[in-house]
């Protein structure tokens, strides 16, 4: 595994400053973003203020994609090496993008009811990006399912990890879809702009704002992953997973004897 | 707890069931409007509910009465709409919009719906006409 993964995952006092640290980046960059989308960018011509939502709305959908995109290479990772800690890290990122996704619809939703006149169309972008949700909160309900069904660990366990992880890469197959589903069908929703191939013109301020939001979004997610790992670690991770009881702090602290 | 045989073909029939009912629904979708062009050659149009989308023509635009009143056009071919209700603030001559509707037998669409459709373009407003009040 990466390095950053493991400091900022580490149950240790260097794992708990490296984590601090990307709090701090997170929150300065979201400051930044903050900053220059609301102040230092100017009213898009056509849209008014309203195009502001770009730098919420976007970043929510790129880095849902990266989350999504970090489930395919964990589940594929757990395929090939059978480290329950790839199928923990595949959990944690499709909660994080399935949140991500619902961000990114609601703030489209509301953008849409501001520029387009419409909460909701019927559009190729709209259709598939709520496909996109409903196949990753299928794919957490189905880890839940298995986990219920044989009684053993969400993340902890084979018999939950297997098919999941086949899940995990097959639910990427929507990815590419929503992203071309502007291209290649005739939709209501706009084209890309910073990812368009010939990029069309966006003022430098708002393209700033925008990278700035990207990345401060990113951090933020990065950030949730390594708490989010931090706890599963502590309540599933142990080096084989007994079936008598804990502690609830986990494997730092012994059992106290009553 | 259904045995294996049955639980297979149960939710092979799900999936069928899932996919038809989601193609069905994506049909009308994939393609979210139609053109002028598409509208006018077609001879079944007039018959369905369709959307339409164009450019607003410049010089187009006039209220008349309830009924907002213009022209859209898409490579070379052009439409006029009957738009009965308000369209968005953001409606503009020189924009894209889709109007929802049938297209009447006098060659006018009867729209009762209208959406915005802006471009992938993002520039500042000019100083000079700001687009809203509270521009900055």
């Not at chain 1, 009213?43 to 203020?49: K, S, V, W």
């Not at chain 2, 979210?32 to 050659?41: A, D, G, N």
């Given at each position: 595994?990466?390095?950053?993964?493991?400091?900022?995952?580490a149950d240790t006092a260097r794992g708990a400053a490296a984590r601090r640290t990307t709090a701090w980046t997170a929150g300065g960059l979201a400051v930044a973003a903050g900053l220059t989308g609301g102040l230092l960018a100017p009213?898009?011509?056509?849209?008014?203020?309203a195009q502001r939502l770009m730098y919420l709305h976007v970043p929510a959908a790129w880095v849902a994609y990266l989350a999504f995109a970090a489930v395919l290479a964990a589940s594929t990772a757990y395929l090939i090496r059978g480290d329950l800690r790839w199928?923990?890290?595949a959990r944690a990122c499709a909660e994080i993008g399935v949140a991500l996704t619902a961000v990114a619809i609601g703030t489209g939703a509301y953008w849409g009811h501001l520029v387009w006149g419409t909460w909701w169309a019927w559009d190729s972008r709209l259709v598939s990006t709520a496909l996109l949700l409903l196949a990753y909160t299928g794919y957490l309900a189905l880890r839940r399912a298995l986990a219920e069904r044989t009684g053993a660990a969400d993340g902890g366990d084979r018999r939950v990890a297997r098919p999941a992880a086949v899940a995990g890469v097959a639910g990427f197959l929507l990815v590419p879809v929503v992203h071309f589903s502007v291209i290649?069908?005739?939709?209501?929703?706009?084209?890309?702009?910073?990812?368009?191939?010939?990029?069309?013109?966006?003022?430098?301020?708002?393209a700033l704002a925008l990278l700035l939001a990207v990345a401060a979004a990113s951090?933020?997610?990065l950030l949730v992953l390594a708490h989010r790992m931090l706890r599963l670690e502590r309540r599933l991770g142990g080096p084989t997973v007994p079936p008598a009881p804990r502690t609830r702090t986990g494997r730092r602290t012994p059992a106290r004897v009553r | 707890m259904i045995r294996r045989p049955g639980r297979l073909a149960l939710v092979a029939v799900l999936l069928a069931a899932g996919g038809l009912l989601v193609t069905s629904a994506l049909?009308?979708?994939?393609?979210?409007?139609?053109?002028?062009?598409?509208?006018?050659?077609d001879p079944d149009a007039g018959r369905d509910r369709v959307r339409l989308g164009g450019e607003?023509?410049?010089?187009?635009?006039?209220?008349?009465?309830?009924?907002?009143?213009f022209r859209l056009a898409d490579a070379g071919h052009q439409v006029t709409v009957r738009q009965r209700g308000v369209p968005p603030e953001t409606f503009r001559e020189g924009e894209d919009a889709?109007?929802?509707?049938?297209?009447?037998?006098?060659?006018?669409?009867?729209?009762?719906?209208?959406?915005?459709?802006?471009?992938n373009e993002y520039r500042p407003s000019s100083p000079a006409h700001p687009e809203s009040p509270d521009a900055r």
């Open positions: 595994m990466r390095t950053t993964t493991v400091d900022l995952t009213t898009d011509a056509t849209q008014g203020q199928d923990r890290l290649w069908w005739r939709s209501l929703h706009q084209q890309a702009t910073i990812l368009a191939p010939e990029r069309p013109p966006i003022d430098p301020r708002m951090a933020g997610a | 049909r009308d979708t994939l393609t979210y409007y139609r053109t002028p062009s598409e509208v006018l050659t607003v023509v410049p010089g187009s635009l006039r209220r008349d009465g309830e009924l907002v009143v889709v109007v929802e509707g049938r297209l009447g037998v006098d060659g006018v669409f009867d729209a009762d719906q209208v959406v915005v459709r802006h471009g």
